[in-house]
């Protein structure tokens, strides 16, 4: 089947440590994003990438850093830096020709203890 | 600055009866907009888009309408059932650059 998938659902970290979201696409899409969903507010974008090895910070990027070493991988890591990191985690990837939906993954709940 | 505005936070209907989700932007460069489903702890799934060159856009019982002069376009669901029990969220962009969401509408279908 294709498709975008994260893993895991659910994580629990320490305050103080780095952790990395999985994000993997089996659809050949170039185009692919994070975002992060708080209570009450639309999702906001933290990165995204247009091409391998080439990505761009969205709005909220500080405390967060990603890679996009192979099309079909776009890892989110969560550093320490960031100040309020639990939150529902979104990835999602599109083609990169205009009009195009982006397909999202089921999502990572961190919450940091 | 929430380009993107989705000023009802809820909305409850009957089933059968239509629902109306509402967005507005402030950004007169979107050409695209979109709308999505999401149910908790998943997510969102693409439902109806619609292009700037458009007023609007019908896919069975969903149909987006957009008022480009009031920057407003809206969600119709006839009948409403209560599968349609979700959050919905509205999405714009310029040409397929990064897209901008609402903070979402919570539907509720009644029986």
């Known amino acids: 089947d294709g498709g975008i998938t994260q893993s895991p659902k659910y994580l629990f970290r320490k305050e103080g440590q780095n952790v990395t979201l999985s994000c993997e696409q089996n659809?050949?899409?170039?185009?692919m994003y994070w975002y992060r969903q708080d209570p009450g507010q639309g999702l906001r974008l933290i990165y995204y990438s247009q091409i391998v090895n080439d990505f761009q910070k969205g709005d909220i990027a500080e405390g967060y850093s990603v890679s996009r070493e192979k099309k079909e991988s776009f890892p989110l890591t969560v550093t320490s830096a960031q100040k309020n990191p639990t939150a529902f985690y979104l990835c999602?990837?599109?083609?990169?020709?205009?009009?195009?939906?982006?397909?999202f993954g089921p999502g990572t709940r961190l919450t940091v203890l | 600055d929430q380009q993107v505005k989705q000023n009802s936070p809820s909305l409850s209907v009957q089933e059968g009866r239509i629902s109306i989700l509402n967005c507005d932007y402030t950004?007169?460069?979107?050409?695209?907009f979109l709308w999505y489903k999401k149910y908790p702890a998943e997510g969102p799934t693409f439902l109806i888009s619609i292009s700037s060159i458009k007023d609007k856009n019908e896919d069975g019982r969903f149909t987006v309408f957009l008022n480009k002069s009031a920057k407003h376009l809206s969600l119709h669901i006839v009948p409403s059932q209560p599968g349609d029990s979700a959050v919905y969220f509205c999405a714009a962009s310029e040409s397929n650059n990064d897209m901008r969401f609402g903070a979402g509408t919570r539907l509720t279908v009644k029986p």
């Open positions: 659809l050949n899409h170039d185009a």
């Open positions: 950004n007169s460069m979107f050409d695209y």
């Open positions: 999602a990837s599109s083609l990169l020709a205009a009009y195009n939906e982006q397909f």
